[in-house]
């Protein structure tokens, strides 16, 4: 059983900061992938960033430079620092835990609820 509870969502102006959080539950997650997917209106799911157990990160060219993955471990908890955020990067956001890096880099097995973040110009 993983449970994974996202926070920290919310309406922002363009160029401002949201920091997002994801709180897992169950058996520990210290060593499993977890990370970010966002669905935008009218658009399929697409990857956002991902935190490896070893502690590698790896970030969607869209948000790159912008946007910091980060977790601890202790508190199996991931985080998202969002700065410069556009009008296109309004989207519902959605935590993701994989025991596979490969998986949670593209299809993970567990989801948190979802966050909706919107930008406004």
């Known amino acids: 059983q993983v449970q994974l509870v996202e926070s920290g969502g919310g309406l922002v102006q363009a160029g401002g900061s949201l920091r997002l959080s994801c709180a897992a539950s169950g058996r520990t997650l210290s060593t499993y992938a977890m990370g970010w997917f966002r669905q935008a209106p009218g658009k399929e799911r697409e990857f956002v960033a991902v935190f490896r157990w070893n502690d590698g990160m790896t970030y969607a060219d869209s948000v790159k430079g912008r946007f910091t993955i980060s977790r601890d471990n202790a508190k199996n908890t991931v985080y998202l620092q969002m700065n410069s955020l556009k009008p296109e990067d309004t989207a519902v956001y959605y935590c993701?835990?994989?025991?596979?890096?490969?998986?949670?880099?593209?299809?993970?097995?567990?989801w948190g609820q979802g966050t909706q973040v919107t930008v406004s110009s």
């Open positions: 993701a835990a994989d025991p596979s890096y490969s998986r949670g880099r593209t299809n993970p097995t567990y």
